[in-house]
Each structure stands twice: as structure tokens, then as C-alpha cells.
């Protein structure tokens, strides 16, 4: 047997010389042989999410790319185990969040208006096909249940490095390791109908202790421990004999391809191909849907650029924005001139540029280039009127907004009353560009295209009017009350 094909997912193993995938993946595993996972679902929460009753409440795009992908792997580890192959899960914590439901509901009106947030509960350990039962507990003492235990080379190797963080029960979970105390379950062998493989719940090995890593002086990098990438490879040989040695007691023979000639077709089998084929349909027709539901998530986001981009991203999301308010925009290039930004409307005709900083305020760098493209612009015969400069700036754009400092240095502040020039936040225009795509409001359009070209210095943009909307969550079980 040649060398097998690994991959982990979600665990990050020392000394691992195969594949290390996100769960944010959509990998398929029928491309391995042995597949490792961790179920720990960190990545999903967010820069912020709010806790709602005690638990972690995802916003509504993590919550759709949690929900997602926990079928897409649920679906990936019974398509291995039909295939023959084995999938072994690290039993981390279970985590516990709640994640929306995509259904709202409104009350009152005007002012007073109210909308709830409908959400549900999920776990990371719905990643298991079936139904099992999990509880948190942590402990050390283990012993293998029965004497002639499939994990006792496995176990005798990588038992003493293992913990449990929680106890297992539900139909079809077999016991393979128990507390040592209590007998109660930690580590599970299950068998699924028509499925040669087996999913295996191993107890926990912690590669994150502290002894186990270390940082470089020399690039303040943090590297693995000899110690920890010798217990990696331990941990990944074993799995991987363990696999060996499952699959050389029962291994079945191939199906040959003549098998599939229509005179050995079962009748009760034609029927369910059958079916089969209509729901590939259908599923075929769903994910188109899909797929087109996510490029109108992606047309529709475009203005958090906004917030966070630099450069051409952010001069796109920024011509939604003045569009939005009424203005005609365009970009203007010649091979002498070339302008961020071109924008009028009945109140006047900008020019601008703009200007994004990772952990900093904007400087007065742009302002000279803008102050030479208005020149410019106005030295061609088809323009009459000097255009107002306009400057945007993303300062800090790689912090969270509320975070952030002042957007404009004061020598860029200077400059720009001197110049006449406005300064517009990126930010502020997120809120009236997110307010102004959801209605159309033509009076606060025109207050804000009048607020910039009226503006000399840091524009102070209309405040979005207020529609009275908070926000409650509420759970499935709570709007059933």
C-alpha cells in the first residue's frame, strides 16, 4: 500500500505534511484516505457578535456561512464512509450558537417601529450525521472499553497525550473509550446503514499548550516545539495504522463494472435510482438558486467597501454612493490626465480623489494631486468653471469604525480650507449610502449632495433619518410561545 493521502480539517497538526484546510472549505473528502477533523467553530463568530441568552447570537451572514458549511461537511463525511474510507473527529467542546433564521417580523409603526430577529440554536457538533448527544466535561482518566478494543495500539501510543471535553450518547454511538470513574462515554465508534467506513470519536489531543510552541527572537514568529512536531507526527502515524488496521478486517471487494448492466438491476433498486435522479434535479435547479442568491449577496455588499477597502475597490463603492444621492459620476482618463472620480449634479461639479490608510489618518499627499488634477481639468477647452475638489478618505480602514481615530490629519484639514476643498469620510458615507439604498428619499439625497458641495473642510453629512427600527432577537422556541 503506497503512501495514504491525509488532510485535517480544522486541526492544526505540528509537523503536518498534508493538507490543512479551513472549515470554512468546501473541499470534497473522497479526494483523501484518512481525514482528520476538529469541530471547533471560532472562525465563524465574527469580528463581533452579541450573546443572547448566555450564548453567542452570529450576525446573518455567519450565521447563513456557519449553517452552510456544517451540511456541506455533514454531507462529506457520510459520502467518505459510504465510500469505504474512515473519518476520525477530535472531540473538542461543543459550542452553542445561536445563528438567524432569515425570517423577520414587524411591529408598530413610524416611530415606534419595531423589528425581531428570529434565531435558532445550533451546535458544532451537528457536523456528525445522525443524531448523537453531547456534553461538555473535561477530565484525563480514560480507560478502553472491552478487551479486544480496535484502539488499543492507537491508544496505548496516543492515550496518555489525550483528554475528554465531552461525554457522548444517542443510537448507534458504540462506546470504544470511557471515563474511568462513571463509565460514561468519551470516545465512540459509529456504523452507518450501507456505509462500509466508520466515523471514530476520539478524546481530544491539545496541540495548543503553551510548552508546545515557541517565538523566534530574531522574527518574533511563533514556531512548534521538536517536541510538539515529534507528537504530531506520532498522532498522525497512529491514525493512520489505525485506519490500516480497521479496513484489514473487513475490507469488501470492489463492485466490477459489468455489475451495473441493466439484466442485474433489483426492481426495488430501479425504483429508488429513479427517485433519485428527479431529486438530483431538483437539488441541481436548487443550487443554481443558490448560487444565484449568493452573486446578488455580493452585488448587493458592495458598499462595505466602503469601510474597509483602498485604491480601485474603494473608488467603485464610493461611485455607488454619489450615484445613490443623485450625482452623475464617472472616472476621466487621457493619456495626460487621469481623475479618481468625476461628479455633478444640478448644484455643481466635483472633482476627487481617493485615499485609503491601513492604521492611520489621511494626510495632505492627496490634496496636492487633487489640487493639479482641478487645474488640469479645467485647462481643457470643453470645461468653463473651475471644479470643488473633493478628497475621501478611509483612515485606520483596517479597524472597526467606532474604533477608529480622526480621519484627517489637521495639516490636511488646513490645506483643504485653504483650498476649498472637502473632505468626506468613507464611513459616514456608508450610513447615507446604506439608507439611500433601501428607499428612495429624494429630499435627504439632495441635503447631502448640497452638505458636500457646500462644504469647505470635513463634511459633516445629513443624519439618515431615524425610522424607530431596534432590534430583538427572538428564538424558534420563543416565537412558538
Not at 495514504?4 to 470534497?28: C, H, T
Amino acid at each position: 500500500m503506497g503512501k495514504k493521502s491525509v488532510v485535517s480539517i480544522g486541526a492544526d497538526i505540528p509537523g503536518a505534511e498534508f493538507d490543512n484546510i479551513s472549515l470554512k472549505s468546501r473541499a470534497s473528502l473522497l479526494d483523501y484516505d484518512v481525514v482528520i477533523i476538529d469541530p471547533a467553530i471560532y472562525g465563524f463568530y465574527g469580528y463581533r457578535y452579541e450573546d443572547y441568552l448566555g450564548k453567542p447570537c452570529l450576525d446573518d451572514s455567519n450565521s447563513f456561512s456557519l449553517k452552510e458549511h456544517l451540511e456541506h461537511w455533514r454531507r462529506e463525511i457520510l459520502e467518505s464512509i459510504r465510500a469505504w474510507k474512515n473519518v476520525f473527529i477530535m472531540l473538542n467542546q461543543e459550542q452553542e450558537v445561536y445563528i438567524a433564521t432569515g425570517t423577520k417580523s414587524y411591529s408598530g409603526t413610524g416611530r415606534n417601529r419595531q423589528t425581531t430577529r428570529h434565531v435558532d440554536l445550533t451546535s458544532n457538533y451537528r457536523i456528525i450525521p445522525g443524531s448523537i448527544n453531547v456534553t461538555n466535561s473535561k477530565g484525563s482518566l480514560m480507560v478502553l472499553v472491552g478487551n479486544d478494543n480496535v484502539l488499543a495500539t492507537y491508544w496505548s501510543v496516543i492515550g496518555s497525550l489525550s483528554e475528554f471535553r465531552v461525554l457522548l450518547d444517542g443510537e448507534g454511538v458504540k462506546p470504544i473509550v470511557q471515563t474511568k470513574t462513571g463509565k460514561k462515554t468519551v470516545g465512540a465508534r459509529i456504523r452507518y446503514k450501507n456505509a462500509e467506513g466508520n466515523l471514530f470519536l476520539l478524546p481530544y489531543v491539545n496541540f495548543e499548550l503553551d510548552k508546545y510552541t515557541y517565538e523566534n527572537e530574531e522574527d518574533g514568529k511563533i514556531y512548534w516545539t521538536d517536541e510538539a512536531v515529534a507528537l504530531g507526527k506520532r498522532f498522525v502515524t497512529s491514525i493512520c495504522e489505525l485506519d490500516n488496521s480497521v479496513k484489514s478486517t473487513g475490507t469488501l471487494s470492489a463492485k466490477p463494472d459489468w455489475l451495473t448492466q441493466d439484466k442485474y438491476v433489483l426492481p426495488k433498486e430501479e425504483k429508488i435510482v429513479s427517485k433519485l435522479i428527479d431529486l438530483e434535479k431538483k437539488l441541481d435547479a436548487l443550487h443554481k438558486k443558490k448560487e444565484q442568491f449568493e452573486q446578488e449577496i455580493v452585488d448587493e455588499s458592495l458598499l462595505k467597501r466602503l469601510l474597509f477597502e483602498n485604491g480601485k475597490p474603494l473608488e467603485k463603492a464610493i461611485y455607488i454612493a454619489l450615484e445613490l444621492m443623485g450625482f452623475s459620476v464617472s472616472h476621466y482618463e487621457d493619456p495626460e490626465s487621469e481623475f479618481d472620480v468625476v461628479f455633478e449634479s444640478e448644484e455643481g461639479r466635483l472633482i476627487g480623489e481617493v485615499e485609503g490608510k491601513d492604521n492611520k489618518s489621511i494626510n495632505i499627499d492627496k490634496l496636492r494631486q487633487l489640487e493639479m488634477n482641478i487645474h488640469e481639468d479645467f485647462a481643457r477647452d470643453e470645461v468653463e468653471n473651475m471644479a470643488k475638489g473633493a478628497l475621501f478618505g478611509n483612515a485606520f480602514r483596517l479597524i472597526e469604525p467606532s474604533e477608529r481615530g480622526d480621519f484627517f490629519t489637521e495639516k490636511c484639514i488646513t490645506a483643504a480650507n485653504r483650498s476649498g476643498t472637502a473632505l468626506i469620510s468613507t464611513v459616514d458615507l456608508f450610513y447615507v449610502a446604506k439608507y439611500l439604498s433601501g428607499k428612495t428619499d429624494k429630499k435627504f439625497a439632495k441635503k447631502c449632495r448640497k452638505s458636500i458641495i457646500g462644504t469647505t473642510g470635513v463634511v459633516m453629512l445629513p443624519e439618515v433619518p431615524i425610522t424607530g427600527e431596534g432590534i430583538e432577537v427572538l428564538s424558534e422556541d420563543q416565537k412558538n410561545e
